[in-house]
Every structure is written in C-alpha cells, then in structure tokens.
C-alpha cells in the first residue's frame, strides 16, 4: 500500500499535483486511490464492503444539502433549521481571511478552523494568546483560505466549488487527564444509529486513542488499522441516549452520515457532519468488520450517473 502523504508531505504541493490530475476521471482516481490506499480491487458493480459502499457514495449519490452540511460555518443554519441551536459552540466570527481575523478582541483562548478543511492542519488551538505567533498563524490560516483544488484528493464532491473561510470558536474546556475532549462519532444510516467511534487522549494533528462501540455503548474488539487503540476506559455518558436521539435527527435526510458530539460541563456540543469517513480508504483489524458496517449502508438509487 502506497502512503502518498508520507511522500509529498506539503499539502499545498499534494494540492498542485492533484490539480494536475484533475483530467483523470472520477470513478478512475477512485479505482486507483482504493487499490494504492487498501491493496484491495473496487467493486463498484456489487459492493459489499463499508469502505466500497463510499467510493460508490462519493460517485452517484448528490444531494446540495451534503454541501451545505461539510462547511463547517454553513452547517449551522442546518442544525438549528433542525431545531438543534442549542447545541452549536459559540462562534466568535467568519472571515475570507487572514488580515480579518480580530486577535485583539478575541479572548484568551480560541480555536480557528478552516471551513473546508480536514485533519490537524486545518485546525489551530490556541491556549493563550500572549504566546501566539501572529504572523505565523496568518501564514498557516492564508495557505487555508488561497487553497483551490479543481478535484477534491478523494473525489468527494461536497468539498469542491466552495470558498475555505476562517471560523473562530470557543474553545472547549476539558480535563486532560480525563482523556482530554472526548469525540463520539455516530454512524447513522437512514436516521438510526448503528456504531460509534469514541477518541479521547487526541493530540491534534499526531494521534489519539480510537475505539470502535455497537449502539448501545459497549465496546468491540474492532481496531482501525490506521490508528492507535483507545486504552482509556469511557464511561457510558448519563446523557447518551439524548446524544444518540441528537444524531438521528441530524442524520436523517442522508443515506449515510457520521454525526460528531462533544460531551463537556456545558452539555452537548455539535461538531461537525462526515459523510465520507476517512475517505472510505480505512482497514479494519479484522477485516470482517468492514463487511458488517457494509451491511447497514443500504445504498440509495443514483441520483448522479
């Protein structure tokens, strides 16, 4: 399996050569990036795995609300529309970009995110303020907003054609020694949640304990190949069937989406909409489980040939 990132390791240049590549077409790239990422050959004509049924996802299935809900400013006027407001994290401000943002009347402690982005680089924690590099921050957040991709690296379209802005957010307490801010990932099918994933211990942008659960909170001897275990024992939230009913309603509309939830001191927090987790070029330890979650992603008809 060909780890392309280990080799070109500056995203703008992965961007540059994509952008190269954006002649190939879709279902192409796909069959490429599924045998390079999982030494695996797609089958698109009868999938039965989890991680086919995406590839399959990302081809023939459009539906404009998807784009609405992977821009992570955007997706809000989705979760209150769903009568959910009370659990969007307050949002300090939106900017095209790196000159808007107002540092000196930001509070101590913030976090700015890309509104396209995915995975550590698009994200930035700030603890406190006086130690933060101006400059180089704007220098991260400008390689956000000037990125254009004719192609997304993937080929999910939710995230081609749109603007990358900057949102600042309220940055979320938690206990460190606690596992940090826990992250549970729903995956629902149809509006009903089937497993989760729990991650705590997240070092953002380097690794975090990942735990696969059944609906009903306990855990499986299920790894992500691709990532370290969860070592850490997690109580069942007290709150969790409300957590499980918050994602059923957000997930609702979709064939398929993964509905992340924060469980902190203020209460339940919203944190985004995925639609197509990790890219769908995951491996599973063992590799059974990708059969099983495939069996719960019941594929919609084509709305895109």
């Known amino acids: 399996m060909v780890e392309y990132k280990k080799v070109l390791k500056n995203k703008n240049m992965r961007i540059k050569l994509l952008n190269v590549m954006a002649f190939v077409p879709d279902r192409l790239m796909l069959l490429l990036q599924y045998r390079m990422k999982t030494g695996r050959r797609l089958d698109l004509k009868n999938p039965q795995r989890y991680s086919e049924k995406l590839q399959w996802y990302k081809l023939y299935y459009r539906d404009p609300l998807m784009k609405q809900c992977a821009d992570k400013y955007e997706v809000r006027r989705y979760i209150e529309d769903c009568g959910c407001a009370e659990i969007l994290n307050e949002v300090y401000g939106v900017y095209d970009s790196a000159d808007e943002v107002p540092f000196d009347r930001l509070p101590n402690e913030f976090v700015l995110k ?4 995915g995975g550590g ?11 933060l590099d ?56 149809f509006g009903k949640v089937k497993y989760l994933y729990v991650i705590a211990d997240r070092e953002v942008g380097k690794k975090a304990g990942f735990g696969i659960f059944d609906a009903e909170f306990n855990k499986l001897h299920i790894l992500r190949a691709d990532e370290e275990p969860l070592l850490r024992e997690i109580p069942k939230p007290g709150n969790f069937e409300l ?29 985004e909409v995925t639609f197509f987790d990790g890219s769908g070029y995951m491996t599973f330890e063992p590799d059974e489980f990708d059969y099983e979650l495939g069996k719960e992603f019941i594929l919609p008809e084509r709305s895109n040939a």
Not at 159 to 178: F, N
Not at 247 to 267: M, Q, T, V
Request: proline share 2%; aromatic share 12%; with cysteine.
């Open 114 to 117: 890309d509104t396209l982005g």
């Open 121 to 131: 680089d698009g994200v930035i924690i700030v603890r406190d303020k006086s130690r």
């Open 134 to 189: 101006i400059e180089k921050t704007k220098k991260q957040m400008t390689e956000w907003t000037q990125r254009y991709a004719k192609k997304h690296f993937a080929r999910e379209w939710v995230y081609e054609g749109g603007k990358h802005r900057i949102i600042v957010e309220r940055y979320i307490a938690s206990e460190k020694e606690q596992g940090g801010l826990i992250d549970y990932k729903f995956f629902c099918f």
């Open 243 to 271: 957590m499980k009913r918050i994602a059923e309603n957000l997930s609702k509309p979709f064939p398929h989406a993964r509905i992340d939830l924060y469980n902190c001191d203020s209460g339940i927090v919203f944190g």
